[in-house]
């Protein structure tokens, strides 16, 4: 598999390659959202607290999750400062009252690294949030900033299907998708943290900020705690049938749809009708 770094491969781990890029990390402030003790987002806290950020806040919806994976983190890397911050983004409200808190906080005048890692997969049913939103919609693409570096952790379920601005909440029966989906609904949220950096880089890029998406492997975590556990292993055993990097049957490379600007702009917009506020930066 080819990657960005010839020394890197299957068994480079998250520290290997944070400790590649000391400089970058040591004493910024590094916002990860959904971080649990199982997941992606502590494992990624772990490798960046291991180049001496000066403050890593960690979110999630879960008190008693931040708390076991603050006090793991702070044990790992005694001299970083752990701030958990309670944050469940399916909710409007929690997010409004999140934000005060995290900027009323003096210790953290800016933060420099922000990824976007909370995620959830395959609701067996459609489910809408307490805001009238699609769920996976609602909690896996967010609308979090700062003015320097934002990584979404995206995935490859990104080919199952474009942003469908026409029926985001899955109402309206269509031709070739006549009724919700899970994988579809989990696809779509990550096109649309695809569109999401390709938007950012439009608008902000100029001013210094640099956004990535990215597709982390394929890691069994509670991610996969609503799929179809037959479904799952049969999506993994094809996944080691292509080869890491190879493409499954029907998975188109690098999605155009999720790299088209004026989607990007499209939803932007319509994420600000959502949230029912505008971004100016
Ligand atoms: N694992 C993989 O193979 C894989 C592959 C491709 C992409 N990804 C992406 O990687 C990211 C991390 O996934 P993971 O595998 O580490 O899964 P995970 O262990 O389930 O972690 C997801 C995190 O998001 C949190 N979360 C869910 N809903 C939330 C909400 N409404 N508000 C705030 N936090 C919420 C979860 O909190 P709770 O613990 O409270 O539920 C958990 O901390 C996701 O974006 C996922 O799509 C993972």
Redesign the pocket.
């Known amino acids: 598999m080819p990657t960005s770094n010839s020394a890197w491969g299957l068994p480079t781990t998250a520290t290997t390659v944070a400790a590649t890029f000391p400089e970058s990390i040591k004493n910024r402030t590094i916002l990860i959202?959904?971080?649990?003790r199982?997941?992606?987002?502590y494992t990624t806290a772990s490798a960046f607290d291991s180049q001496s950020p000066s403050t890593i806040i960690i979110?999630?919806?879960?008190h008693a999750?931040l708390t076991e994976s603050a006090d793991a983190l702070r044990t790992e890397y005694p001299s970083v400062t752990i701030k958990p911050l309670h944050?469940?983004?399916?909710s409007q409200a929690s997010v409004r009252e999140a934000a005060p808190t995290l900027l009323a906080w003096d210790d953290v005048p800016a933060i420099d690294i922000v990824v976007n890692?909370?995620?959830?997969?395959n609701l067996p049913s459609r489910t809408l949030s307490v805001d009238g939103v699609e769920m996976h919609f609602a909690?896996?693409h967010i609308l979090v900033g700062t003015n320097k570096r934002i990584v979404n952790?995206?995935?490859?379920?990104t080919f199952v299907s474009p942003v469908r601005f026409s029926d985001l909440r899955w109402e309206t029966p269509h031709r070739d998708i006549p009724e919700y989906f899970p994988f579809g609904a989990y696809g779509r949220s990550?096109t649309a943290n695809i569109l999401h950096a390709v938007g950012l880089n439009k608008a902000v890029g100029k001013k210094g900020l640099v956004s990535f998406a990215v597709?982390?492997?394929?890691?069994k975590?509670?991610?996969h705690?609503s799929t179809d556990q037959k479904w799952l292993a049969k999506a993994m055993e094809a996944r080691k049938q292509a080869g890491q990097g190879g493409r499954l049957p029907g998975q188109r490379e690098g999605s155009g749809y999720a790299l088209d600007q004026e989607a990007a702009e499209k939803l932007w917009k319509v994420s600000e009708e959502l949230v029912g506020e505008k971004f100016a930066w």
């Open positions: 959202t959904g971080v649990n199982s997941g992606l987002g979110t999630g919806r879960s999750k944050l469940d983004l399916s890692n909370a995620g959830i997969m909690t896996n952790m995206s995935s490859v379920a990550k597709h982390p492997g394929e890691i975590t509670e991610l705690r």
